[in-house]
T-cell receptor, first 111, second 111 residues
Framework: RKEVEQDPGPFNVPEGATVAFNCTYS??????FFWYRQDCRKEPKLLMS???SGNEDGRFTAQLNRASQYISLLIRDSKLSDSATYLC????????????FGTGTRLKVLA | DAGITQSPRYKITETGRQVTLMCHQT?????MFWYRQDLGHGLRLIYY???????DKGEVPDGYVVSRSKTENFPLTLESATRSQTSVYFC??????????FGPGTRLTVL
């Protein structure tokens, strides 16, 4: 089992739709969680941090479920410009800190 | 300017040659990372460094060498390049247990 797993997609949704991605992790000692966005052949860029209390930024909402060991990203009112790959990253201490990226979920928003 | 830079941005080399990819950050982040990303695939960690003079292997370290004599620099060397090392290489930096910031990437082709 991979330490961090994401559904690779692609998720094809129409403009204006709401779409949600999940990212499951296996290490219960995981401390920090983030969502990144990556456009084709560009560097990943931070989208949101994920807090225990949840985090909302405009149309984007990130949540953490420690009991079931997953994080989620909800995108409301999808725009064409939201088309990208969304990566989750989970961080846990193990001597030094370990940063584990998911393989990403590809989103295509269709006109 | 503050940030993380990589050089060169594009490199074409031949099998068997030694190649060094440079990474420089101005934030004094303790952690630095090297990833490779092959077309249509996720990020794979090559090496990381928790501090100057401390480096550790990632998922795919074979064929690569790193050093970190200064906090701000983290060069990656391919000792004898192979065609399988054709990829996009991303460098990243971050504070301990916190988000990572990625450089723009180096596109390496090994002929």
């Amino acid at each position: 089992r991979k330490e961090v797993e994401q559904d690779p997609g692609p998720f094809n949704v129409p403009e204006g739709a709401t779409v949600a991605f999940n990212c499951t992790y296996s290490n219960s000692a995981s401390q920090s969680f983030f969502w990144y966005r990556q456009d084709c052949r560009k560097e990943p860029k931070l989208l949101m941090s994920v807090y225990s209390s949840g985090n909302e930024d405009g149309r984007f909402t990130a949540q953490l479920n420690r009991a079931s060991q997953y994080i989620s990203l909800l995108i409301r009112d999808s725009k064409l410009s939201d088309s990208a790959t969304y990566l989750c990253v989970v961080i846990y201490p193990s001597g030094t800190y370990k940063y584990i990226f998911g393989t990403g979920t590809r989103l295509k928003v269709l006109a | 300017d503050a940030g993380i830079t990589q050089s060169p941005r594009y490199k074409i080399t031949e099998t068997g040659r030694q190649v060094t990819l440079m990474c420089h950050q101005t934030w004094s982040h303790s952690y630095m990372f090297w990833y490779r990303q092959d077309l249509g695939h996720g990020l794979r960690l090559i090496y990381y460094s928790a501090a100057a003079d401390i480096t550790d292997k990632g998922e795919v370290p074979d064929g690569y060498v790193v050093s970190r004599s200064k906090t701000e620099n983290f060069p990656l060397t391919l000792e004898s390049a192979t065609r399988s090392q054709t990829s996009v290489y991303f460098c990243a930096s971050g504070r301990e247990g916190d988000e990572q910031f990625f450089g723009p990437g180096t596109r390496l082709t090994v002929l």
